[in-house]
């Protein structure tokens, strides 16, 4: 089993409270995505110490060390959401999967603070969360935000420079025109018949330019998709092993537990027991600020 953080949906814009003093370290998978919608706090590093005033939002990639503080004097209120890229195979390529995974590793994109006065944090401020969901047109609004913080990056990043063999060339130019899950839905002799090469040369192919192999990438998308499945709907476990693309209920039962250590059933009540008791300790800090 791969060990993993508290998973926590993404793309829910959610509020919180922080009462004077207090801090909070948004350690999440993937991209965070903050705003500060009322009072002034700071955002506190070993090398950095940046103040927040209201309307100043910032985006976190999970590799980013540091921490929120409300001020001593009053407390503030804030929005965030986040990101995975994973989770985006039906709305991005693959090569612009592969930019924003990447750029998490980069320095230059740990901490970018956004003035009140920029196209993101005006986006923000527009946002109301409600109780934690996520309608389809509120999962938009964070999209475009998402676009709106990388701008052209997004796109310059996610283009291939370097020379390329013919079967390569060929190879991301389909990763940048079909969406991942798309992709993902072909056949193994489907894609090496568009890629116009051998089996073994579109395997190394495949393997080198997304970091694993056709099946583990294809293994990997089904079972993310079936936990957001599980942890956004109510829809029974037989139900989400179809949607996700498993013919057999025990199979996809046995995949699911070797990745996340626990059956689907079992996984999805430990999530609302966590987000139940998440919920109750952000009462209390409402109740003490």
């Known amino acids: 089993m791969k060990s993993e953080r508290a998973y926590s949906p ?9 009462p004077p003093g207090a801090e909070w370290n948004p350690e999440q998978c993937g991209w965070s995505f903050i705003h500060i919608t009322s009072g002034v706090g700071y955002w506190l590093h070993p090398r950095l110490n940046q103040e927040l005033p209201t309307g100043t939002s910032i985006v976190l ?5 540091g921490c929120i503080r409300a001020s001593q004097l009053d407390g503030f209120v804030l929005q965030y959401f986040r990101m995975e890229p994973d989770k985006l195979t039906g709305l991005v390529t693959l090569a612009e999967q ?60 996610s283009a291939e420079t370097r020379p390329q063999l013919d079967a390569r060339e060929r190879l991301v130019q389909l990763f940048k025109q079909t969406s991942a899950s798309e992709l993902l839905e072909m056949n193994f002799s489907e894609l090496v018949q568009r890629a116009n090469c051998t089996p073994r040369h579109f395997s190394r192919l495949f393997n080198e330019i997304v970091g694993m192999s056709f099946r583990e990438k294809q293994a990997e998308t089904r079972l993310l998709r079936a936990r957001e499945l599980l942890a956004t709907t109510e829809s029974k476990i037989v139900d989400v092993a179809l949607e996700s693309g498993y013919q057999s209920l025990s199979l996809f039962n046995l995949m699911f537990k070797r990745r996340f250590g626990l059956s689907p059933g079992k996984w999805r009540e430990q999530l609302k027991a966590r987000s139940n008791r998440r919920k109750a300790v952000e009462r209390l800090q409402v109740l003490r600020a």
């Open 61 to 65: 990639s999970e590799r980013a060390e």
């Open 98 to 157: 592969r930019f924003l995974q990447e750029a998490a590793r980069e320095e230059r994109f740990f901490v970018r603070f956004f003035s009140p006065e920029t196209r993101v944090s005006n986006r923000f401020s527009e946002l109301k969360p409600k109780a934690g969901t996520s309608s389809f047109h509120a999962r938009l609004q964070l999209l475009l935000l998402l676009v709106e913080s990388f701008g052209d990056e997004l796109y310059q990043g």
């Open 10 to 18: 993404h793309l829910v814009l959610n509020e919180l409270c922080l």
